[in-house]
């Protein structure tokens, strides 16, 4: 009688796709190695969306229940004008396009944690180290880590985020798969000294937006400022006076309560900036080498879908990899049955066109009215996007 020895897979990254792979490998009895930059998990970070297939991917996972106790469900987002004058207040998930009573907002970190807590007794986790070389033959890929340790692994997987290190080594510059859609962003932290709660205000002039989220009854806010700029900053975006000048320069003169935000910016120890960008690549997989989550296909914040592909990405990869002893046929499985959904979520925004950004006075004036009959109208209709993948069940191989 002979026994297959468990194939071994690194994965980079501990953020959603990461851990949410980790998961689905384990149970079809993989060796799982997660390395993760950070000295630890990563908590913080905007509220994100889980929608739609992927709802079905953490129920499958047990996690739901968990996942609802940390619905934020937020009461309202009232949208300003640029003299911070009501232009319509109505539920989030009528403009988000999400289900309410079935789709879920959590907090980035609270996402991160659940799915970390679920598998850490399973998987190793290396933190505070990361992949320097990556060297891989016919039978193995040989891991050079930062910290000097060397291992072998079957199989990598890059859930290493939009800026992936593990795609740049793979694959060259970022460059070469980064949609800049034409937004800049600012994220960060302030007090809560507007007795905001449970609510989203949302402050526009073409072009430009600012808003303020008040995730529960908590006494921070997170602020978040986002304008259109139709080429890339490229000089601002590795140096942080330069983009703390480029928001405040943009900002200059606005309304409401932009002065002050601006000001809580340049203060903020948490601040981040990036352009919203997708990444498009004509092939996920390299050899032995695949890539997940953002780090392969991030459809940018504007869709609100990033963890959503992340989860409903792991949970294919990890079908592919459990239907097939041979990689080169699990990856391009795992490509044949993913990419038309993520070309379908990818297509929600289009360069300047956000539709919570207008950028012109007209565009801006028709999502006003749009808004308007939103209060008045039912609830909207999930966006067939967020469910256009039917999940076919793990079956690992004996
Ligand atoms: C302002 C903002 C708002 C957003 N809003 C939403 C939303 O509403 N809905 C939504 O679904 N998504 C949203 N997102 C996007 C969402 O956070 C991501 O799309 C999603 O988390 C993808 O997960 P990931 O695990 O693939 O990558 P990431 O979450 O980016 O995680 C990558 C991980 O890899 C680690 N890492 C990086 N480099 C290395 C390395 N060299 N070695 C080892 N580890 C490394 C990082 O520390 C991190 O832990 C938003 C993002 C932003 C910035």
């Known amino acids: 009688m002979t026994t297959t020895a468990k ?36 908590d913080g970070g905007y509220p994100i969306d889980i929608r739609g297939t992927a709802i079905e991917v953490v129920r499958r996972m047990g996690i739901l229940p968990r996942l609802r106790d940390a619905h934020i469900d937020s009461r309202r987002a009232t949208f300003l004008d ?46 505070n180290d990361s992949i320097d070389t990556l060297d891989q033959s016919e039978e193995a890929v040989d891991v050079t880590f930062h910290s000097g340790r060397r291992r072998t692994f079957d199989l990598v997987v890059g859930a ?47 072009g430009k937006a600012a808003a303020l989220y008040a995730v529960g009854d908590d006494d921070e806010l997170h602020a978040f400022l986002n304008f259109y700029r139709p080429d890339l900053p490229s000089d601002a975006l590795r140096d942080p006076d330069a983009q703390r000048d480029l928001v405040a320069t943009t900002f200059a003169g606005a309304g409401w309560e932009v002065p002050g935000m601006v000001s809580a910016m340049r203060d903020a120890d948490d601040l981040f900036f990036d352009t919203a960008g997708q990444i ?29 592909l992340a989860l409903a990405g792991a949970y294919m990869l990890a079908n592919a990899l459990a239907a097939n002893q041979d990689h080169a046929a699990a990856f391009a499985a795992y490509e044949r049955d993913l990419r038309e959904f993520v070309a379908m979520n990818q297509a929600l925004v289009d360069k300047g066109g956000a539709t919570l950004f207008p950028t012109t006075a007209q565009a801006l004036e028709q999502r006003n009215t749009r808004l308007r009959s939103l209060v008045t109208m039912p609830a909207a209709a999930a966006r067939p996007a967020h469910s256009a993948l039917t999940l076919p069940t793990i079956v690992p191989m004996p």
Not at 170 to 194: D, S
Not at 195 to 202: D, I, P, Q, T, Y
């Open 7 to 42: 194939r071994r897979v690194l994965i980079s990254g501990a953020s959603i796709s990461g851990p949410a792979l980790a998961y689905w490998l384990h149970r079809s009895g993989f060796a799982v190695t997660v390395v993760e930059k950070a000295g630890a998990l990563r």
């Open 82 to 127: 640029a003299d911070g004058g009501e232009v319509a207040s109505l539920t989030p998930s009528a403009v988000a396009g999400s289900v309410e009573g079935q789709d879920l907002e959590v907090r980035r970190g609270d996402l991160a944690a659940v799915l970390y807590a679920l598998v850490r007794d399973d998987v190793e986790f290396l933190f």
């Open 160 to 206: 290493d985020g939009m800026h992936s290190q593990t795609r740049e080594s793979l694959f060259g510059p970022e460059e070469q798969f980064h949609r800049y859609l034409g937004y800049c962003f600012a994220i960060f932290t302030m007090p809560n000294t507007f007795g905001l709660s449970h609510e989203l205000m949302v402050w526009n002039t073409p």
């Open 280 to 308: 498009r690549m004509p092939q996920w997989s390299k050899g032995r080498v695949a890539l997940i989550g953002d780090a392969a296909y991030a459809p940018s914040f504007l869709t609100g879908q990033g963890s959503s």
